[in-house]
């Protein structure tokens, strides 16, 4: 492999840098700076990358692999500014948190260079964002989803598995509809809850009283609150079918849960909580 091209050198797209480096897997490795974001020069310095794309059309033509870290709500004009100047050798990865909407952006922008994109998305991320978030070790033992179409290149799909398996994920695939259901139970939605609870406590009148007797495990549970609003926003919006039917069954819950405490149901309340501490428990042990 000759050159990588990051759009996006965040968390993801700067750990993608980190280990590629480490691992001397491309000759040179180039990220693009968003205009108006994070100065990329001093990591070029540090090795993050090589340099910083002043030639976007050259960088575009002349890449081996170029993968797309931005937010969601930028990846479709993305796959719009490299459409034209796509070789036939190269093959483009995202890794956006959700993948219905993206395969579709891909199949529209792409047209017939479809077959040389390959969803992905790396269980991988925190609350943390930035190039300076990015660490080496990032995808070590880490579930890398993909979502391949029929269309998809075989040879592409096979450079793509490595990539990924290089960098130190677990290769995992599925469908993107499926892809999206699972990912708004177990982390769009708690995302959104965490969000909820720090925003009710900042509109009570008492909010600096309450924050500042929060102990350990709001700690615990606010924590993902503090991931990029803007990453959050977009997946919301993008995952918006799954999401909206998961809000609906999670205010059944507490609909469910306030029902017990009015009617002082020791019993069935004491129950209600034992069976999610058995799974939450069970669910540790084997992770």
Excluded: C
Excluded at 65 to 87: C, K
Excluded at 97 to 118: D, G, M, W
Excluded at 167 to 181: A, F, N, S, Y
Aim: aromatic fraction near 8%; charge should be neutral; hydrophobic fraction near 40%.
């Amino acid at each position: 492999m000759n050159n990588l091209l990051i759009f996006g050198v965040g968390l993801i797209g700067g750990s993608i840098a980190l280990e590629s480096q480490k691992k001397q897997m491309f000759d040179q490795v180039i990220g693009v700076q968003k205009k108006g974001g994070a100065s990329l020069s001093d990591f070029v310095s540090n090795g993050m990358v090589d340099k910083i794309s002043l030639d976007i059309n050259e960088d575009i033509a002349q890449a081996d692999i170029i993968v797309i870290a931005t937010p969601v709500a930028q990846i479709q004009g993305v796959l719009r500014i490299i459409y034209p100047l796509l070789s036939p050798k190269t093959i483009v990865i995202d890794v956006g948190s959700t993948k219905s909407n993206i395969i579709n952006y891909a199949k529209n922008e792409l047209k017939e260079k479809f077959p040389q994109f390959v969803g992905s998305h790396p269980i991988a991320g925190s609350e943390e964002h930035g190039p300076s978030a990015a660490k080496i070790n990032l995808f070590k033992n880490k579930d890398i989803i993909l979502t391949p179409e029929k269309q998809t290149d075989s040879k592409a799909l096979e450079i793509v598995i490595k990539f990924w398996g290089d960098l130190g994920g677990v290769i995992k695939t599925m469908r993107p509809l499926e892809h999206d259901q699972i990912f708004s139970t177990v982390s769009h939605i708690p995302h959104l809850i965490a969000y909820n609870m720090v925003n009710l406590i900042a509109g009570k009148d008492n909010s600096e009283t309450l924050l500042e007797f929060a102990a350990s495990g709001f700690k615990d549970f606010s924590r993902i609150a503090g991931s990029s609003p803007e990453v959050w926003r977009d997946i919301s919006l993008a995952n918006k079918t799954a999401i909206l039917n998961d809000l609906d069954l999670f205010v059944k819950e507490i609909n469910k849960t306030s029902n017990l405490i009015k009617n002082d149901d020791f019993t069935a309340l004491e129950k209600y909580f034992d069976v999610a501490s058995k799974i939450r428990n069970n669910w540790t042990k084997k992770n």
